[in-house]
């Protein structure tokens, strides 16, 4: 009965986001099937909106198919890298369901942890930078963690002449979890696997990663331009917090800025200045891709740096108990740098290391500059996502979890495992890697987030947020001592929420973690055609399902560490490489022109997903209806649109990655764009464009000539 409830509900929100000319007092009413049908016809206006159909399939299908799709949405306001996709308007609407479920006033089904953070949630909301008990809150907490040379009239340096900063940076994990300076995490031991263990490596910065890298920050001066909005904001805050004079600010932040400049130019040494490492076609060879950090135990360290950095003494005063077993360093050129640099720093202006730790602590106890009754919730929700993620998931768990649409999909994935089988039949693959590949195919499972009674023994109050934060932040401490130490086999560091729509592929739980958040419209509708189930959430999880079995799954990954056999390797990477000549000739008429092993690795996965969704589809379609019957098959089909269930699959996969974008203009300062010499072509183009025009079923489908763009002679096929 619950089930059903759910079910309704479902539709009945979905009705209510897309398409508000259904009144919903008429719906309550409806007949199940007349739901349906409204539903389908609601989806067959969508399809054709987007689509441009002046434009010829067998050229260019994602223009065909996507066309129009700019015209209705707009690409987002204020974020000039990310277009609008049904992925990103999906997560606008479950952060809004967020914010509404966090809204609500406690119900009697709230868990009292589910309360405790409906509170916490509210305090945030209410909060306002600077009242008084934000005042109180800021100059205890100043002064008990080291004092703030910036503040007008501190007289800090008489008063703090034995300042410590390695003392401050661990004291200030201790009580609040931050990392300043000393970044420490706590994370599966890559080697094992069986433990965590603890990491030394680069902290978080003020300036993102792509500014703040060895490569970017050694090029660039730190007088640049490139660097001045980053200046600007730490002025801004220092004034906003500390009511500083403008020109005193901007020195103060230009010293900071120019000291943690110094420290970029030592991080993430081997890797790029994007969040990702990226990783060039020569590293696909596995023998170039081990990651080697040492693993050595604290004295160890220490020692190694000459006692300059007491490692011993910052772990055992950051986590209250000392560590003994063997920690990984990923990072010594960055200690290295961070102990010159403060030499260096010390002897031209003793404050600048203080304030720059102060600063750094202070904006997790600030709202950000952008802050204003409309930008609150996000950040409020950005908060409780981050202290209590799995709170947050239980809640949504219990509003939007459905089991009976779960079934559905793990009927999906089984046939998709299916024909990923078939798949691994190829002759260029070796038999003892293949039976290995089957094996590891057969136990792989679908994971949904699920929530365990659990307690939150923290009392928050409604009118003191900065009071509740400092209480959360205290946690972080226990729960990561917990982790470091515990005996079970570990939790991957990053895990899926009911709330995000992430698939993750976890090689040594032998399955794909899913978020409950992309069990619905638009990537699942059970009222819609089977085949448009296949094409949206099907082809991605195939995509994901791909990603073990390419040359990071087959290798450093494998929880048995088999690598695959020599000859196997060798036909993977001539496969590989069709793809990535084809890549480079789409984008530039030169096939070796594209390095970015990262993104084939991707586009790989994507093709593989869609080879094995509409193999699925056809699967099913054959199991469900070996007759061909038409009553069958016209559910299969929209209302009144002209396409066949087939083409309707390929509609589908090109719809769901249809992209409105702003040109970008903050240019990363070290990357060559290249202009394509084909004015449309694009990656995201590609992404589409790509996996159909090497499928063999998509050419027959829309009837396009071999050799026509979308229908190329030379296929690039791995599974
Ligand atoms: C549709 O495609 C045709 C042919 O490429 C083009 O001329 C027309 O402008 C497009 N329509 C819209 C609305 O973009
Ligand atoms: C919560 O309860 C208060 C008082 O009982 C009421 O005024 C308010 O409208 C309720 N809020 C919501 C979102 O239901
Ligand atoms: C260090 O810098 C601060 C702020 O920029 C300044 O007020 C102070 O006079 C400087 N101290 C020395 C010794 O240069
Ligand atoms: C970075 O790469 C170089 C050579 O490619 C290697 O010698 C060095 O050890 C690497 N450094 C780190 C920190 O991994
Ligand atoms: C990969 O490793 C081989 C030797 O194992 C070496 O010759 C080659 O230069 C390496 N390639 C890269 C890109 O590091
Ligand atoms: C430690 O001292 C040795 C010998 O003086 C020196 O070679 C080495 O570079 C020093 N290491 C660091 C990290 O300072
Ligand atoms: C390589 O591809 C990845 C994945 O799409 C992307 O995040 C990264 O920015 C790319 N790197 C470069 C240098 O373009």
Same mark, same amino acid.
Not at 68 to 75: E, S, T, Y
Not at 578 to 584: A, M, S, V, Y
């Given at each position: 009965?619950?089930?059903?409830?759910?079910?309704?509900?479902?539709?009945?929100?979905?009705?209510?986001?897309?398409?508000?000319?259904?009144?919903?007092?008429?719906?309550?009413?409806?007949?199940?099937?007349?739901?349906?049908?409204?539903?389908?016809?609601?989806?067959?206006?969508?399809?054709?909106?987007?689509?441009? !159909?002046?434009?010829?399939?067998?050229?260019?299908?994602?223009?065909?198919?996507?066309?129009?799709?700019?015209?209705?949405?707009?690409? *987002?306001?204020?974020?000039?890298?990310?277009?609008?996709?049904?992925?990103?308007?999906?997560?606008?609407?479950?952060?809004?369901?967020?914010?509404?479920?966090?809204?609500?006033?406690?119900?009697?089904?709230?868990? #009292?942890?589910?309360?405790?953070?409906?509170?916490?949630?509210?305090?945030?909301?209410?909060?306002?930078?600077?009242?008084?008990?934000?005042?109180?809150?800021?100059?205890?907490?100043?002064?008990?963690?080291?004092?703030?040379?910036?503040?007008?009239?501190?007289?800090?340096?008489?008063?703090?002449?034995?300042?410590?900063?390695?003392?401050?940076?661990?004291?200030?994990?201790?009580?609040?979890?931050?990392?300043?300076?000393?970044?420490?995490?706590?994370?599966?031991?890559?080697?094992?696997?069986?433990?965590?263990?603890?990491?030394?490596?680069? *902290?978080?910065?003020?300036?993102?990663?792509? $500014?703040?890298?060895?490569?970017?920050?050694?090029? @660039?001066?730190?007088?640049?331009?490139?660097?001045?909005?980053?200046?600007?904001?730490?002025?801004?805050?220092?004034?906003?917090?500390?009511?500083?004079?403008?020109?005193?600010?901007?020195?103060?932040?230009?010293?900071?800025?120019?000291?943690?400049?110094?420290?970029?130019?030592?991080?993430?040494?081997?890797?790029?200045?994007?969040?990702?490492?990226?990783?060039?076609?020569?590293?696909?060879?596995?023998?170039?891709?081990?990651?080697?950090?040492?693993?050595?135990?604290?004295?160890?360290?220490?020692?190694?740096?000459?006692?300059?950095?007491?490692?011993?003494? @910052?772990?055992?005063?950051?986590? +209250?108990?000392?560590?003994?077993? *063997?920690? =990984?360093?990923?990072?010594?050129?960055?200690?290295?740098?961070?102990?010159? %640099? @403060?030499?260096?720093?010390?002897?031209?202006?003793?404050?600048?290391?203080?304030?720059?730790?102060?600063?750094?602590?202070?904006?997790?106890?600030?709202?950000?500059?952008?802050?204003? *009754?409309?930008?609150?919730?996000?950040?409020?929700?950005?908060?409780?996502?981050?202290?209590?993620?799995?709170?947050?998931?239980?809640?949504?768990?219990?509003?939007?979890?459905?089991?009976?649409?779960?079934?559905?999909?793990?009927?999906?994935?089984?046939?998709?495992?299916?024909?990923?089988?078939?798949?691994?039949?190829?002759?260029?693959?070796?038999?003892?890697?293949?039976? $290995?590949?089957?094996?590891?195919?057969?136990?792989?499972?679908?994971?949904?987030?699920?929530?365990?009674?659990?307690?939150?023994?923290?009392?928050?109050?409604?009118?003191?947020?900065?009071?509740?934060?400092?209480?959360?932040?205290?946690?972080?401490?226990?729960?990561?001592?917990?982790? $470091?130490?515990?005996?079970?086999?570990?939790?991957?560091?990053?895990? %899926?929420?009911?709330?995000?729509?992430?698939?993750?592929?976890?090689?040594?739980?032998?399955?794909?973690?899913?978020?409950?958040?992309?069990?619905?419209?638009? /990537?699942?509708?059970?009222?819609?055609?089977?085949?448009?189930? /296949?094409?949206?959430?099907?082809?991605?999880?195939?995509?994901?399902?791909?990603?073990?079995?390419?040359?990071? +799954?087959?290798?450093?990954?494998?929880?048995?560490?088999?690598?695959?056999? #020599?000859?196997?390797?060798?036909?993977?990477?001539?496969?590989?490489?069709?793809?990535?000549?084809?890549?480079?000739?789409?984008?530039?008429?030169?096939?070796?022109? /594209?390095?970015?092993?990262?993104?084939?690795?991707?586009?790989?996965?994507?093709?593989?997903?869609?080879?094995?969704?509409?193999?699925?589809?056809?699967?099913?379609?054959?199991?469900?209806?070996?007759?061909?019957?038409?009553?069958? !098959?016209?559910?299969?089909?929209?209302?009144?649109?002209?396409?066949?269930?087939?083409?309707? &699959? &390929?509609?589908?996969?090109?719809?769901?990655?249809?992209?409105?974008?702003?040109?970008?203009?903050?240019?990363?300062?070290?990357?060559? /764009?290249?202009?394509?010499?084909?004015?449309?072509?694009?990656?995201?183009?590609?992404?589409?464009?790509?996996?159909?025009?090497?499928?063999?079923? =998509?050419?027959?489908?829309?009837?396009?000539?071999?050799?026509?763009?979308?229908?190329?002679?030379?296929?690039?096929?791995?599974?």
């Amino acid at each position: 009965m619950g089930v059903i409830f759910n079910c309704v509900q479902l539709l009945l929100l979905w009705l209510a986001a897309t398409s508000s000319r259904l009144a919903v007092a008429e719906t309550t009413t409806f007949p199940i099937f007349k739901q349906e049908e409204a539903i389908r016809a609601a989806k067959s206006r969508e399809v054709l909106q987007y689509m441009n !159909l002046s434009v010829n399939p067998c050229e260019d299908f994602y223009e065909y198919a996507c066309g129009n799709w700019p015209k209705f949405h707009a690409p *987002p306001v204020g974020k000039e890298d990310s277009g609008q996709t049904i992925k990103t308007i999906l997560e606008e609407k479950i952060e809004e369901d967020l914010h509404n479920l966090l809204d609500e006033n406690v119900t009697l089904e709230d868990s #009292s942890a589910a309360r405790r953070v409906k509170v916490f949630y509210k305090s945030c909301l209410e909060a306002r930078q600077g009242e008084p008990s934000h005042q109180a809150f800021l100059s205890d907490f100043i002064k008990s963690n080291g004092g703030f040379p910036a503040i007008p009239g501190s007289s800090w340096l008489a008063h703090h002449h034995n300042y410590d900063w390695q003392h401050v940076v661990a004291i200030l994990r201790y009580h609040y979890g931050l990392s300043v300076l000393i970044g420490m995490e706590v994370d599966n031991n890559y080697q094992t696997m069986e433990e965590n263990s603890l990491y030394l490596q680069e *902290p978080s910065t003020m300036m993102p990663r792509s $500014l703040c890298n060895a490569r970017t920050a050694q090029q @660039i001066d730190v007088t640049d331009k490139t660097y001045d909005w980053v200046e600007q904001e730490v002025a801004d805050n220092l004034r906003l917090w500390l009511s500083m004079k403008k020109e005193d600010a901007l020195h103060v932040a230009a010293d900071m800025v120019t000291f943690e400049h110094d420290l970029c130019k030592a991080m993430y040494v081997n890797s790029s200045s994007q969040d990702e490492e990226e990783e060039f076609i020569g590293s696909l060879k596995p023998e170039n891709r081990t990651r080697e950090y040492p693993r050595k135990s604290l004295n160890h360290f220490t020692q190694q740096f000459n006692n300059t950095l007491d490692f011993n003494a @910052i772990v055992s005063n950051s986590f +209250g108990v000392g560590v003994t077993k *063997p920690v =990984f360093m990923k990072s010594p050129k960055y200690f290295e740098q961070l102990i010159q %640099v @403060i030499e260096e720093t010390e002897e031209y202006n003793k404050t600048v290391v203080a304030n720059y730790i102060m600063y750094r602590a202070l904006t997790y106890f600030n709202f950000p500059l952008n802050d204003t *009754p409309r930008n609150r919730p996000a950040y409020c929700l950005q908060v409780v996502k981050k202290y209590f993620p799995k709170v947050l998931g239980d809640i949504y768990y219990r509003k939007y979890a459905n089991t009976l649409d779960q079934h559905k999909l793990a009927r999906v994935f089984e046939q998709l495992k299916k024909i990923m089988e078939e798949s691994l039949n190829q002759e260029w693959i070796e038999e003892g890697t293949r039976r $290995l590949g089957k094996k590891r195919l057969s136990k792989m499972s679908l994971q949904f987030p699920s929530y365990e009674k659990f307690t939150l023994n923290l009392e928050f109050v409604r009118n003191d947020f900065w009071k509740n934060l400092r209480m959360i932040m205290g946690e972080v401490r226990a729960h990561e001592v917990n982790r $470091l130490f515990s005996a079970e086999k570990p939790m991957p560091k990053d895990e %899926v929420q009911a709330y995000e729509t992430r698939m993750v592929y976890r090689p040594y739980h032998q399955c794909i973690d899913i978020g409950w958040g992309v069990l619905q419209a638009p /990537y699942y509708q059970a009222a819609l055609p089977h085949g448009m189930r /296949y094409a949206m959430i099907g082809q991605k999880l195939g995509q994901t399902l791909a990603t073990a079995f390419d040359d990071l +799954g087959w290798t450093a990954d494998n929880p048995d560490h088999k690598v695959w056999d #020599s000859h196997t390797a060798v036909e993977y990477y001539k496969n590989a490489n069709c793809f990535t000549e084809q890549i480079g000739n789409y984008l530039h008429n030169d096939p070796y022109s /594209y390095h970015n092993a990262t993104k084939i690795r991707r586009l790989i996965a994507q093709s593989v997903g869609l080879n094995v969704a509409f193999n699925a589809y056809l699967d099913w379609l054959f199991y469900k209806n070996p007759s061909n019957d038409n009553e069958m !098959l016209s559910k299969e089909t929209l209302p009144e649109l002209d396409f066949t269930n087939t083409q309707l &699959f &390929f509609i589908g996969f090109a719809q769901a990655h249809c992209e409105s974008r702003k040109k970008p203009k903050k240019l990363d300062p070290l990357k060559h /764009y290249r202009i394509s010499p084909y004015s449309k072509h694009s990656l995201s183009r590609y992404q589409v464009n790509g996996p159909l025009a090497n499928f063999i079923e =998509f050419g027959r489908e829309f009837h396009c000539p071999i050799g026509s763009e979308m229908n190329v002679a030379d296929k690039c096929v791995i599974y």
